[in-house]
């Protein structure tokens, strides 16, 4: 725990404490593992020195985030882990009402489903919900999109309005990393409004070749940050379900969320939902 050597974010200038780091991704695997975990399971799955994971997980432990169980040599979050966000959005995360809604969705179309939100300039994948038989393997917790040109950027991108959605895209151009292709801003504003219209946003081979995800934003009186939900699924399955899944989507947010998936309150500025 004692590393502190700062070490290059991908894909930018940024820097990152690599102890926070390994703190975080050790939660976020715990997250995707959802059971107990050894010191070696954690170093291999994450890459890092036993020696290091063993000090990190134990460490932890002293700061009530993990639990050890001497007998099993294993390790499992404390409660203390659930309950650090729950005051920050009781009406969406309070009570199990994502994980129900995310699961049901799951359940009933038998693909994956992701929950995702703006960070930064980017999309990213908070939760994933994998059926055992999916054939969706690029989809991980943590993933990030580029709000320019993914399915579920768009989504998010269509609750701004054309001129912050202009700002936003100019700002990600300007930032790109070399080798990628600015995004037509022009192009961009004027095609939100059909996804406005629709309420959704088809896309396939746009990210994975053969694969498609069909992305819908949560109703916006639930709160000021932005939240979507996607499905994925092979490309020829979600051009042949897209009604089918698109209607699923539909019955359990307003099942599990209630109803006004139409916004009728101002979108939030970019301000309000950077993070």
């Given at each position: 725990m004692g590393d502190t050597h700062q070490t290059s974010a991908r894909g930018g200038g940024d820097h990152i404490v690599k102890s926070v780091a390994r703190t975080c991704q050790t939660l976020v695997y715990f997250d995707e593992a959802r059971r107990p975990l050894t010191v070696v399971e954690v170093s291999r799955r994450l890459g890092y020195p036993q020696s290091s994971t063993s000090a990190l997980?134990?460490?932890?432990?002293?700061?009530?985030?993990?639990?050890?169980?001497?007998?099993?040599?294993?390790?499992?979050?404390?409660?203390?882990?659930?309950?650090?966000?729950?005051?920050?959005?009781?009406?969406?995360?309070?009570?199990?009402?994502i994980q129900r809604l995310l699961r049901a969705i799951s359940q009933r179309t038998q693909h994956v489903v992701v929950l995702a939100t703006k960070n930064g300039d980017e999309a990213e994948y908070m939760q994933v919900i994998r059926p055992k038989k999916s054939p969706i393997h690029h989809i991980s917790l943590?993933?990030?999109?580029?709000?320019?040109?993914?399915?579920?950027?768009?989504?998010?991108?269509?609750?701004?309005?054309?001129?912050?959605?202009?700002?936003?895209?100019?700002?990600?151009?300007?930032?790109?990393a070399p080798g990628t292709a600015a995004v037509d801003v022009n192009a961009f504003v004027a095609s939100l409004a059909e996804t406005r219209a629709k309420g959704y946003y088809l896309s396939?081979?746009?990210?994975?070749?053969?694969?498609?995800?069909?992305?819908?934003?949560?109703?916006?009186?639930?709160?000021?940050?932005?939240?979507?939900?996607?499905?994925?699924?092979?490309?020829?399955?979600?051009?042949?379900?897209?009604?089918?899944?698109?209607?699923?989507?539909?019955?359990?947010?307003?099942?599990?969320?209630?109803?006004?998936?139409?916004?009728?309150?101002?979108?939030?500025?970019?301000?309000?939902?950077?993070?």
């Open positions: 997980l134990k460490s932890m432990v002293k700061l009530g985030f993990l639990a050890h169980d001497a007998r099993r040599k294993d390790y499992f979050p404390t409660e203390r882990v659930p309950l650090l966000g729950s005051w920050m959005n009781p009406d969406l995360f309070g009570e199990g009402i943590g993933t990030r999109r580029p709000l320019g040109n993914s399915g579920v950027g768009r989504v998010l991108m269509s609750r701004f309005s054309d001129e912050e959605v202009c700002r936003l895209l100019r700002k990600v151009n300007a930032y790109r396939t081979d746009q990210v994975v070749k053969g694969a498609g995800l069909i992305s819908m934003p949560f109703p916006g009186h639930l709160n000021s940050r932005l939240f979507a939900v996607g499905v994925a699924a092979p490309t020829d399955v979600i051009l042949k379900s897209e009604k089918e899944i698109v209607r699923i989507m539909r019955e359990e947010i307003v099942h599990n969320l209630g109803k006004g998936g139409q916004r009728t309150d101002p979108a939030p500025s970019e301000a309000q939902t950077a993070v």
